[in-house]
C-alpha cells in the first residue's frame, strides 16, 4: 500500500506536462504527449526506444519529477553520444561557413527529391477549364 509520502513524491501527468516548457511559444507540454511518453517510449537518434518510468495507480498515471529528468538525460545523453564523431564547424572562418552552406544546400536538395519521389502526378491542362453552358434543370 502506498503511503502518503509516496503519494507526494508522485504527480498526476497534467502536473509535469504544466511543468515542462514546449517548443512552441510558451504552451505546455500535452498531458498526451507525457502518456505516450510512458506507453510508447520516445525513440532516441539511434533508434532505440526510451520510455519514461511511472507507476499506474488507480486514479491514472503518476510520474516522479526525477523520472522526468532521468527521461530526458539519457534522451540528451544518447543523442550527443551519436553526434560526437562528428567534427565541430567553425562558422567564423570562411571555410567553416561553405561547408555549413553545402550541408545545407546538400539537404534540401536531398528533400526535394524526397518530396518529388513522393508527390502523386499531377495533370495539368491549358487554361481554364471549358464552361458548361447547359441549361439549369435539365
Not at 511559444?25 to 510508447?40: A, D, E, M, Q
Not at 520510455?51 to 491514472?60: I, K, M, T
Not at 570562411?94 to 536538395?109: D, H, I, S, Y
Request: include cysteine; proline fraction near 5%.
Amino acid at each position: 500500500m502506498a503511503t502518503s509520502t509516496e503519494l507526494c513524491l508522485y504527480k498526476s501527468l497534467s502536473e509535469i506536462a504544466d511543468s515542462l516548457a514546449s517548443n512552441r511559444k510558451g504552451k505546455t507540454v500535452n498531458v498526451l504527449t507525457v502518456s505516450r511518453w510512458i506507453k510508447r517510449g520516445c525513440r532516441d537518434v539511434a533508434g532505440r526506444v526510451i520510455r519514461l518510468q511511472a507507476r499506474r495507480y488507480p486514479d491514472g498515471w503518476r510520474v516522479t519529477e526525477r523520472a522526468v529528468e532521468e527521461f530526458f538525460e539519457q534522451l540528451t545523453k544518447n543523442a550527443l553520444e551519436s553526434y560526437a564523431h562528428l567534427e565541430p564547424l567553425n562558422t567564423t572562418s570562411p571555410r567553416g561557413t561553405a561547408k555549413l552552406l553545402a550541408a545545407n544546400v546538400v539537404r534540401r536538395a536531398a528533400n526535394a527529391a524526397r518530396n518529388q519521389e513522393t508527390a502523386a502526378p499531377t495533370k495539368r491542362g491549358r487554361g481554364r477549364p471549358p464552361k458548361n453552358n447547359a441549361p439549369v434543370g435539365s
